[in-house]
């Protein structure tokens, strides 16, 4: 067993310290984001029966870009461009386009 000192306690102390520390946790989370996924699905695939096949959905793009984009299409679409133009130019659906254009639809008719 080891013995509590002020030099072990210190070094405890800072390594809690670190762990809080918003790049390691910004790295911790990255890292996280990008191999939890594959790591999971080798798990699956190593537990599913023979010739199974399972795949785990990963966004391509993350929430802050989503939303970023999608507020992009919202201002284009209140400066009367074209649903198709805005589709091709972001690079997303028509349909997509056309789902922003009735959430603003909506939120017109509920003010």
Request: aromatic fraction near 2%.
């Amino acid at each position: 067993m080891i013995e509590k000192t002020t030099r072990t306690g210190l070094v405890t102390t800072l390594a809690e310290r670190s762990a809080k520390h918003p790049r390691i946790q910004t790295a911790v989370i990255a890292a996280v984001q990008s191999v939890l996924p594959g790591v999971i699905e080798e798990l699956l695939w190593e537990m599913a029966p023979q010739g199974e096949q399972l795949r785990i959905y990963k966004p391509k793009i993350g929430k802050a870009h989503k939303a970023a984009r999608d507020e992009r299409i919202r201002a284009l679409l209140r400066d009367g461009q074209a649903t198709s133009s805005i589709a091709a130019r972001e690079g997303v659906s028509a349909r997509h386009v056309f789902r922003i254009k009735a959430q603003l639809v909506a939120a017109v008719e509920v003010e």
